[in-house]
């Protein structure tokens, strides 16, 4: 829990403040006026992206600001569902949209907001909805990427398409299997491995990792799956955590999702793998479900989508998650 108060000379001054520093999903708790002077009291979850430095509160603030703002949130969610929004076809049609997935009400009130922004006369909701989504990119793309996410979201798959990819354009890929807990793991690297001419190795724990990467050999790209894990289950996070950390924090890490994920599961992975660092995310199972609820989640946490999957083709059924495309994740219903 983040709770801060910013003062600024006029309301909207302060309440921009607010949005710049602690995002657009804070809650205001206090406003108060002085001539020539406003005084407003914020607060975020500790999930939420923020940024700046908070004021120490005691535990009973924190919790009791917390219950607040769990309290808010229904509010918010259950106010934005039943209302329609102000704005033209373009933002009942988005509200509707995201609706009709079943995205988180605050996460959606702030893209319906920051959208209408956006809406200009003669201006299209796509676009409009496009340039919302945009998300600063990884700083570099590393050689070495580390992936993680869910049991059965499609990670080793991914893995193998995107190992596809590189082979088709000439690169040397290793692939390096950090997965002791699926039966067949090992031999369905194996055999991509195989049928794509990629070295692959197996790393047991995070010492074995950590020496196959030190000693890749000529590989352009190096590839790491690891053991899918739930949100609930510690223990499997937290060896993946001792993975990510023997690879470095100058190693890609990717998030690979369903495009399944409701909601609920979508903050719960969200917080499960958050301490991780993913960089990046790829959206699988694209086929299936559009993916509104996840990639709200992700444009809130502002990790960039980087690929979609939509099928088991490899590696065609992969391709570059462009603004444009995940545009039509949320405005499918």
Not at 74 to 82: F, I, N, P, T, Y
Not at 257 to 272: E, I, K, Q, Y
Request: charged share 25%.
């Amino acid at each position: 829990m983040k709770v801060k108060r910013f003062t600024a000379p006029t309301m909207p001054e302060a309440l921009k403040q607010v949005k710049a520093t602690l995002g657009p999903e804070a809650v205001i708790l206090e406003t108060t006026e002085a001539p020539g002077q406003v005084t407003v009291t914020a607060a975020v979850d500790l999930d939420a992206p923020a940024g700046g430095a908070t004021d120490p509160a005691d535990g009973a603030l924190v919790s009791e600001v917390r219950e607040l703002m769990s309290v808010v949130r229904e509010l918010v969610d259950e106010q934005w569902r039943r209302q329609v929004p102000p704005g033209g076809r373009g933002i009942r049609r988005l509200h509707r949209a995201l609706v009709a997935q079943g995205v988180d009400g605050v996460i959606a009130a702030a893209l319906l907001r920051e959208t209408a922004e956006r809406l200009g006369p003669g201006a299209r909701l796509d676009a409009a909805l496009a340039g919302t989504l945009v998300t600063a990119p990884a700083a570099a793309t590393p050689s070495v990427r580390l992936f993680f996410g869910p049991p059965g979201d499609g990670k080793t798959t991914t893995i193998a398409k995107l190992a596809a990819q590189a082979r088709r354009a000439g690169r040397r890929v290793l692939l390096v299997g950090a997965d002791t807990y699926r039966i067949g793991a090992a031999a369905e690297l194996e055999r991509y491995g195989q049928a794509l001419g990629a070295e692959v190795r197996r790393a047991k724990d995070p010492a074995e990792l950590g020496h196959a990467l030190r000693d890749h050999g000529r590989a352009d790209l190096v590839l790491i799956d690891t053991a899918g894990a739930g949100p609930a289950q510690q223990a499997e996070l937290a060896e993946v955590k001792a993975l990510a950390d023997a690879a470095g924090s100058d190693v890609g890490r990717t998030l690979v999702v369903s495009a399944a994920t409701g909601a609920l599961a979508a903050a719960h992975t969200w917080r499960a793998f958050a301490a991780l660092g993913p960089d990046a995310c790829v959206l699988t199972k694209a086929d299936t479900a559009p993916g509104g609820p996840i990639v709200a989640q992700l444009w809130r946490e502002r990790v960039p989508v980087s690929h979609v999957a939509a099928g088991r083709r490899i590696p065609d059924d992969l391709e570059a998650a462009t603004p444009k495309r995940l545009v039509r994740c949320l405005l499918a219903a």
